[in-house]
């Protein structure tokens, strides 16, 4: 298990017959030094077990294997998973799984293994969004998460709420608490993308930042960030009569003319409970965790 520098990656992907594809992200993470800077920040979670996404050719696999920690690496492309399992053979803390990483029953690994994982490893930037709604969905049984994803969705996520951040960091703030722990450059993959990462963790293990329904809440954030430029009062009008808004504006005590994004968690939730209280059927309309707008 050696050390990969550029011309290895080309050779090695090749007799792979592997291309990397934009429609799976394989940007591969092939700088050793930002590779253990990882492997250092996950484990330093102590959790019982890492689920590395997306290993790629295992230059974070390897750094975790060197440190005996329980790794259970899932792989979306077979042959990469196949090569993998060779590569890693001789590390018996080391699992490798061919799959869809959006299909991994984290709930068993945890139970397996005696206790909460941390999730590591470098996301596609294709389905960063689908994943990271994935690793919330599943915080019951996740410690934290330790991740490089592309620079402008952790600044978002980091940002959030406010009029720098997204919806979908609204829905990961929501739950886990985020710190940005430094930027990775474009240089530090093969092949080389056109922007900058960051390498950036969530925790969980505390309280959720809102009283109301997961329904209400985040019907009311998705109608606040898909409308970014309209005033409260008029973004809440996708999916409220507008009676119904200067009722829930007036009770919840917030300026209809302030626009969404500038709303902390108080204020988000105090429009929830009174969206809420308006005894409407969000689920299946809006979805409690689904997190997703135009502006995700």
């Known amino acids: 298990m050696t050390e990969l520098d550029r011309a290895q990656v080309r050779r090695q992907l ?14 591969f993470l092939i700088d050793p030094t930002v590779a253990q800077r990882v492997a250092d920040e996950a484990n330093r979670e102590s959790a019982c077990c890492l689920v590395e996404i997306g290993p790629g050719l295992g230059s974070i696999t390897r750094c975790l294997c060197r440190s005996g920690v329980a790794v259970v690496a899932v792989e979306v492309d077979r042959r990469l998973a196949e090569h993998l399992a060779e590569e890693f053979a001789d590390c018996p803390s080391v699992e490798i799984r061919a799959q869809d990483v959006l299909t991994v029953d984290l709930d068993e690994i945890a139970a397996r293994h005696g206790g909460s994982v941390t999730v ?48 979908l960091g609204v829905y990961v703030q929501a739950y886990a608490d ?4 430094g930027r990775v450059p474009r240089g530090a993959f093969f092949p ?14 505390r309280p ?18 898909g409308s970014r430029r309209k005033a409260a009062r008029n973004a809440l009008r996708r999916f409220l ?56």
């Open 192 to 205: 080389v993308p056109e922007v900058d990462s960051s390498l950036w963790s969530l925790r969980f293990g």
């Open 178 to 181: 985020v710190a940005v722990i």
């Open 241 to 296: 009569p507008a009676e119904d808004v200067d009722r829930v504006l007036e009770a919840a005590k917030v300026a209809g003319i302030v626009r969404g994004e500038t709303l902390g968690f108080p204020e988000l939730d105090a429009v929830a409970r009174e969206v809420e209280a308006l005894d409407r059927v969000w689920s299946g309309t809006f979805g409690a965790e689904s997190g997703e707008t135009s502006d995700s």
């Open 120 to 167: 590591v490893g470098s996301i596609p930037y294709s389905i960063t969004a689908p994943i990271l709604k994935w690793i919330v969905s599943h915080r019951a049984g996740i410690r934290s998460a330790v991740l490089v994803t592309q620079r402008e969705v952790a600044d978002k996520i980091a940002a959030s709420p406010g009029k720098d951040g997204s919806s």
């Open 208 to 225: 959720q930042r809102f009283t109301a329904s997961g329904d209400a809440f985040f019907a009311v954030v998705r109608a606040l960030y």
């Open 14 to 27: 090749a007799a792979l017959e592997v291309r990397p594809s934009k429609r799976l992200g394989q940007n």
